[in-house]
């Protein structure tokens, strides 16, 4: 069986290929890249994969049996005009199986939902495509917050809107694992599963960062008005009310999710004190 994976310069695309290169060897994995001189390092064949060019991505899909279509970064709309190019080209191709890399997240009422909408959308696409498929929604990457420290440490804490909402956090090593599952197991095809570890409060999380890094954090509730201030001082006028969103999502409980790791994989996701002991000092 042939496997490909798209978007396999980034962070999720290459530890779903890395996963996949362990459990069924180097031969039967394929890496789609935008920039495939990116790609080199993963030492298995790599093809044009630009989710603007659906041509380019149907040869580049001949001979694949079964898909990984990681989601891509641009604005919503143009998101999910991209994620059609490559669902036809599948079809066209003659993939018989596409795994989508989806979100969880708040679907309607903060500015974040429009980007959680196009991933439903693309979801319905892919359900709707006549291939047999699987979706994962992502839970938050806990990454960017381990590797903020030096900020939060400046700033003595964590601020945000999130107040005692509960986050259930994952990592790409664990949404690696995940998706090598649904793409693999055939008892997978159809099913839509959120891929989260346990989920815990900001409180929580800053003193997991304090054992790890040494640091004595505190967590410190906001407005979501004050934090969509906060966030577009530092990041401007799109990217802050979409981080601000995403933490009013945790605020409002839409990553508050018992998940459907152990499930999709035959194992717990990692528990949030063995990954936090693997950091810092
Ligand atoms: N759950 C979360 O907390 C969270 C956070 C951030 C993002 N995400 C989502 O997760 C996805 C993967 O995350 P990541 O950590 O792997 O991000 P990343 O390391 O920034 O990688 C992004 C990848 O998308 C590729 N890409 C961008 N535009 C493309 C296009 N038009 N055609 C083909 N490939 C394109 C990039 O290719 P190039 O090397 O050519 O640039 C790169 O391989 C993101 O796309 C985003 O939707 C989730």
């Given at each position: 069986?042939?496997?490909?994976?798209?978007?396999?310069?980034?962070?999720?695309?290459?530890?779903?290929?890395?996963?996949?290169?362990?459990?069924?060897?180097?031969?039967?994995?394929?890496?789609l890249a935008r920039t495939p001189a990116k790609a080199q390092r993963l030492n298995i064949e790599i093809r044009p994969g630009d989710y603007d060019r659906r041509d380019q991505l149907e040869a580049s899909l001949n001979g694949v049996e079964a898909l990984v279509l990681v989601s891509g970064m641009?604005?919503?709309?143009?998101?999910?005009?991209?994620?059609?190019?490559?669902?036809?080209?599948?079809?066209?191709?003659?993939?018989?199986?596409?795994?989508?890399?989806?979100?969880?997240?708040?679907?309607?009422?903060?500015?974040?939902?429009?980007?959680?909408?196009?991933?439903?959308?693309?979801?319905?696409?892919?359900?709707?495509?006549?291939?047999?498929?699987?979706?994962?929604?992502?839970?938050?990457?806990?990454?960017?917050?381990?590797?903020?420290?030096?900020?939060?440490?400046?700033?003595?804490?964590?601020?945000?809107?999130?107040?005692?909402?509960?986050?259930?956090?994952?990592?790409?090593?664990?949404?690696?694992?995940?998706?090598?599952?649904?793409?693999?197991?055939?008892?997978?095809?159809?099913?839509?599963?959120?891929?989260?570890?346990?989920?815990?409060?900001?409180?929580?999380?800053?003193?997991?960062?304090?054992?790890?890094?040494?640091?004595?954090?505190?967590?410190?509730?906001?407005?979501?008005?004050?934090?969509?201030?906060?966030?577009?001082?530092?990041?401007?006028?799109?990217?802050?009310?979409?981080?601000?969103?995403?933490?009013?999502?945790?605020?409002?409980?839409?990553?508050?999710?018992?998940?459907?790791?152990?499930?999709?994989?035959?194992?717990?996701?990692?528990?949030?004190?063995?990954?936090?002991?693997?950091?810092?000092?």
């Open positions: 069986m042939t496997f490909a994976i798209t978007a396999v310069t980034g962070q999720l695309g290459s530890a779903i290929a890395q996963t996949l290169i362990d459990r069924v060897g180097p031969e039967q994995v394929i890496g641009a604005p919503p709309d143009e998101r999910i005009g991209q994620h059609r190019n490559v669902i036809a080209a599948a079809k066209a191709a003659g993939v018989k199986k596409i795994v989508y890399t989806s979100i969880q997240g708040p679907e309607k009422g903060t500015p974040f939902s429009p980007i959680v909408q196009s991933n439903r959308q693309t979801e319905a696409d892919i359900r709707a495509s006549g291939l047999d498929w699987a979706i994962g929604r992502n839970g938050i990457y806990i990454e960017p917050d381990v590797e903020y420290i030096d900020s939060y440490r400046a700033k003595g804490e964590v601020a945000n809107s999130a107040g005692d909402g509960k986050c259930g956090y994952t990592t790409r090593a664990e949404l690696a694992h995940a998706y090598a599952a649904l793409l693999t197991r055939p008892e997978m095809t159809g099913s839509t599963a959120d891929l989260n570890g346990t989920p815990i409060t900001q409180a929580r999380l800053t003193q997991y960062l304090n054992a790890a890094f040494g640091t004595q954090l505190t967590y410190r509730a906001m407005s979501p008005e004050a934090y969509v201030a906060d966030r577009t001082a530092e990041l401007g006028a799109f990217f802050g009310p979409v981080i601000g969103g995403i933490y009013d999502g945790i605020r409002l409980g839409a990553y508050d999710r018992p998940g459907d790791f152990e499930a999709v994989t035959g194992r717990p996701h990692q528990s949030w004190d063995d990954y936090f002991a693997t950091l810092g000092n």
